[in-house]
């Protein structure tokens, strides 16, 4: 009897470990694999140059009837160079005007080049690129009074960091993102 206790243990046993076998490739099977990797984006841009080229800049004067006309103004320095004029102001356009109520300024852009670099295989690219602008014109709705005698100074406020995309392939659009701050009258 003794002898039959351990034959059905030891085949208890085995197909205990059969079953275990059979469980374990079943458990193979229904696996799959989590690989976590790591890579370094691709090396950035510096922008170095914005060059900005304008066309014309006006104003628009209110007119009794709700009309009124753009008066253009005398553009002092058509190309400039948006980098260096962190923390400096430079005289884009002036006039001597008739006063009165003005009520927006326009800005068209002519080109604007974009001077970046960047690495590749380890060494420093330097390009310049015409950027696409998809609004060539920039405008302001921000009325102003014009008293006789005064000067106002109206003053575009680029962020030139976020102006530029550089999409790759030699292509950057010059989107500018820039506001007109609040007139200020100086005798």
């Keep these: 009897m003794k002898k039959i206790i351990t034959a059905i243990t030891t085949l208890s046993l085995l197909a ?32 170095t140059s914005i060059e900005v080229t304008v066309l ?27 980098l260096e004029l962190e923390g400096l102001e430079l005289i884009l ?3 001597v005007v008739e006063a009165g109520k003005y009520t927006q300024l326009r800005m068209t852009v002519f080109t604007v080049e974009v001077t970046y670099s960047y690495l590749e295989d380890g060494e420093t690219v ?10 060539g014109e920039l405008k ?5 009074d014009l008293e006789a005698g005064e000067t106002i100074t109206l003053l575009l406020d680029f962020d030139a960091d976020k102006s530029v995309v550089i999409t790759g392939n030699d292509k950057v659009i010059f ?9 200020q009258s100086q005798p």
């Design 16 to 47: 205990g470990l059969g079953l275990a076998g059979a469980s374990c490739t079943e458990a193979e099977a229904k696996t799959g694999t989590i690989e976590v990797r790591v890579t370094d984006a691709p090396p950035g841009y510096e922008v």
């Design 56 to 82: 014309s800049v006006e104003v628009h004067k209110a007119g009794d009837n709700g009309g009124g006309e753009w008066i253009t103004l005398d553009i002092v320095e058509e190309t400039f160079n948006l």
């Design 93 to 95: 356009a002036t006039e």
């Design 126 to 135: 330097e390009t310049t690129v015409e950027a696409t602008i998809p609004s």
């Design 140 to 144: 302001f709705v921000r009325p102003f």
């Design 175 to 183: 989107n500018p993102v820039v506001t007109l701050a609040t007139p």
